[in-house]
């Protein structure tokens, strides 16, 4: 069964960068990746950044000037390049698929911003 698969989370100090990336596999190789969100611990999934109408992109007001999304030219992965992280930015990324008006969402990857 095809899957969005998110990677490059891991566990970064305060200040510091990690790439993330996320690819369908499988039959869900259809689906265009489009969009990164997060979830915390007690707290309800939050859009980070999005490709809107194509080319449009959107950040959340957190994490401007810090992140930037970007995907490959046949849109089929999508990175998130994170910079400066903070604590307040660990949380399990995960990346959204469309299709039409249906939408596919990966297994998430941790990103843990901590001394």
């Known amino acids: 069964q095809g899957q969005l698969v998110a990677s490059g989370g891991g566990l970064v100090q305060p200040g510091g960068s990690l790439r993330l990336s996320c690819a369908a596999s499988g039959s869900a190789f259809r689906f265009k990746p489009v969009a990164w969100y997060r979830q915390s611990p007690g707290k309800e999934r939050e859009l980070v950044a999005s490709f809107s109408f194509g080319r449009d992109i959107n950040y959340a007001d957190f994490v401007k000037g810090r992140f930037t999304v970007s995907r490959d030219k046949p849109g089929n992965t999508l990175y998130l390049q994170m910079n400066s992280l903070k604590p307040e930015d660990t949380a399990v990324y995960y990346c959204?698929?469309?299709?039409?008006?249906?939408?596919?969402w990966g297994q998430g990857t941790q990103v843990t911003v901590s001394s």
């Open positions: 959204k698929g469309v299709l039409g008006s249906n939408e596919l």
